[in-house]
């Protein structure tokens, strides 16, 4: 069932039984069903982001008219609550744990004779399913991100005293990736990747063979990246 709530929909974590004798596209998670597909999925949390931040932003406004302390405890709590629903202790479900598990056992079927994998059916149903929920997941955390960095940005600018950074050749780096890859979508696919990076496609697929750069979902052509897993590798990927 779905929900309109973005912070609630981003600590959810519902998924249908890797046991079950179900199809693929039969698999469920958060009430969205595989053959819907992850970009479902992406589309619809960012429906639920666009809604929350337009909101919040009418609020923010109005407190930073009134009265900027309130307003930056306001903002702090906004944060440790999306820190919270990232839950990279595992307190609140195994998402994490899973996400792990998940990403590991794609990866074995990866690293098998493929055919092994074709021509069991049931090899081939919890491949794709297992690439779904790491998909589904793997979404929940862009967004989860996303807004941590948009509120952290936010908190910055009313926050009256910033802590000095400590400028590095590497920040420098780094802050010329970012305004690069700013302006991108926040999925790129193998030709957008291409084109950053003045490569040929197949210079991008390398990569991924590699594992260099990860893949969303490895069974789309062209393959899919978030733009921030990107951004974490930049250093990487350049060379």
């Known amino acids: 069932m779905k929900t309109n709530n973005f912070e609630l929909e981003l600590r959810r974590y519902e998924l ?5 004798k179900i199809s693929y596209e039969e698999n469920c998670y958060n ?17 639920l982001y666009d809604n929350y931040f337009c909101e919040l932003r009418e609020k923010i406004d109005t407190l930073a008219i009134t009265n900027t302390d309130v307003l930056l405890r306001f903002l702090q709590t906004k944060l440790d609550l999306f820190n919270d629903i990232y839950d990279k202790e595992n307190k609140h479900n195994t ?6 598990f998940f990403k590991d056992l794609i990866k074995r079927d990866e690293s098998v004779d493929k055919s092994l994998v074709e021509n069991s059916q049931g090899a081939k149903n919890q491949y794709k399913t297992l690439k779904f929920f790491a998909g589904m997941i793997s979404v929940q955390f862009l967004f989860i991100e996303k807004a941590i960095n ?5 908190f910055n600018t009313y926050s009256p005293n910033p802590k000095p950074i400590s400028i590095t050749k590497n920040d ?27 490569k040929d496609p197949r210079t ?23 733009k921030d ?9 350049r060379k």
């Open 31 to 47: 009430g969205f069903l595989g053959y819907q597909g992850v970009d479902a999925y992406q589309q619809y949390l960012q429906g």
């Open 172 to 198: 420098i780096e780094k802050e010329k990736w970012d305004n690069t890859l700013k302006d991108e979508k926040d999925i790129l696919n193998t030709n957008d990747l291409a084109r950053i990076f003045g």
């Open 95 to 100: 998402r994490w744990v899973d996400f792990d």
């Open 16 to 20: 249908s039984d890797l046991e079950d």
């Open 204 to 226: 991008i697929n390398r990569w991924v063979k590699e594992g260099v750069l990860e893949t969303i979902d490895n069974n789309k052509r062209p393959h899919q990246f978030k």
């Open 229 to 237: 897993d990107v951004k974490k590798k930049y250093l990487k990927v």
């Open 150 to 154: 948009e509120l952290t940005q936010i």
